[in-house]
Each structure stands twice: as C-alpha cells, then as structure tokens.
C-alpha cells in the first residue's frame, strides 16, 4: 500500500505570497491531520480533517486554512505570508480518527 | 492542558549496545495514548512503538521496548542492540483530542 504523499517537496515562496499544499493519505484512511515543524518551536498541531469536515485546529492565525475532499485527499493554504511560516509542514493519516497516524514526508516551505 | 517533556537534548551510545530514552507527561486523563516516533535524516517521521494507557503491559516491537509508569507519568523508550540506522530525532508524543502532542525531541547518536 502506498504511503502518505505530499506536494510540492519543497517550495520557496515570497512575503506576502499564499501557497497551497496537498497531502494524499494511505488508501482507506479517513483522517488527515497537519503539523508545522520548525526549529525554534518544533511539531506543532495546525488542524484535523475527518469526512470532509475540520475536528481540530491548533492554535495557529486565521491565515492558516485547510480542507478535505471526498477522497480524503486534503490541502492547506497559507495567505499573506510571513518569514515565520518558514518550516516543515508534514501531513498525517489514519484509519479514523482512533488509529496511530502515519506520516508523509513533508513540504518544505522558505518563505524569503 | 497536556504537556510532554524529553529532557534529553541528545543521547550517544555505542553501536550494537543498549539505550533508554526518557519521555513523562503531564495530563488528567486517565485513558490516552503514548507514541514514540522517529525521524531521521530524510525528515519521514517514522511510528516507531505505541502504548495504550489502559494496558499495564509494556509495549515491544523487535528491538524497541517501552518502560510505562502510569502512576509517574513516565514512558520510556529502550533500543536494544543498537544499529547505525537507528541514529535519528526520536520524539515522544501524547495524543489528546484526536491531535498529537509533542515532545521537545531527543537526538540519538550512534558511535560504530
């Protein structure tokens, strides 16, 4: 079975700019949750997606959104970027929202 | 509000010997789950071990073994007969409402 996937890899973007990024979960897995990895804060929660609907959001600006589709398939956007916003962003799924989470390898976003 | 800390910044040990990496919590729950997971170089954070606050049995998984003490609040990982593969940022994490919490991060390095 595949893995959790994401694109883009990697991504250099500009203040003030937005970027969208997409995470493929494993097939079958219902749940997708987002983290912002960085160094000076490290994982954090940013939000949960189950059945097309967010659960959970982190404590993170309005300017961080996401969403689900119907083939568990989700993205998050990112509007006005700030320098801050540099940092691993790593995608998770799970069976439902019970399950252990596995992980895709995460976009690497430089905001410059 | 839940907490995990890892005291341990960075962790040695001799290839093919024994480690212990610690990991407590802080909660009020009496029901949750305990993960170590492992991201190595390549930034994949990889499910190493899980464990079911509601089990008193200590989780196994090949070369990996928890030490959980639910009492103190403390969940342990031993790696047993150490490899240069396992060198990597070993991170604790509690999950609450559906959403992980991470520890700090531990980096374990492994002297051939």
């Known amino acids: 079975k595949a893995g959790v996937t994401q694109t883009p890899r990697y991504l250099i973007k500009t203040r003030g700019q937005q970027v969208t990024l997409s995470c493929s979960p494993i097939?079958?897995?219902?749940?997708v949750s987002w983290y912002q990895q960085t160094p000076g804060q490290g994982l954090q929660f940013l939000f949960e997606?189950?059945?097309?609907?967010?659960?959970n959001k982190g404590n993170f600006p309005g300017r961080f959104s996401g969403r689900q589709f119907s083939n568990s398939r989700s993205e998050m956007n990112v509007s006005t970027l700030e320098l801050g916003d540099s940092a691993l962003y790593l995608c998770?799924?799970?069976?439902?929202?019970?399950?252990?989470?596995?992980f895709g390898p995460g976009t690497r976003l430089t905001v410059t | 509000a839940q907490t995990v800390t890892q005291s341990q910044p960075e962790m040695s040990v001799q290839e093919a010997e024994t480690v212990t990496l610690s990991c407590t919590y802080d909660?009020?729950?009496?029901?949750?789950?305990l993960f170590w997971y492992k991201q190595p170089p390549s930034r994949q954070m990889i499910l190493v071990i899980r464990?079911?606050?509601?089990k008193q049995q200590n989780a196994t998984e090949n070369r990996f073994s928890v030490n959980f003490q639910k009492a103190a609040k403390s969940f342990s990982l031993k790696i047993s007969d150490s490899q240069l593969g396992d060198a990597a940022m070993y991170f604790c994490?509690?999950?609450?409402?559906?959403?992980?919490?991470w520890g700090a991060g531990t980096k374990l390095i492994i002297k051939p």
């Open positions: 998770a799924s799970s069976l439902n929202r019970l399950y252990e989470q596995y």
């Open positions: 994490a509690y999950r609450s409402n559906y959403q992980l919490i």
């Open positions: 097939s079958g897995h219902r749940s």
């Open positions: 909660t009020s729950e009496s029901d949750y789950y």
């Open positions: 997606y189950f059945s097309e609907t967010q659960r």
């Open positions: 464990q079911e606050a509601y």
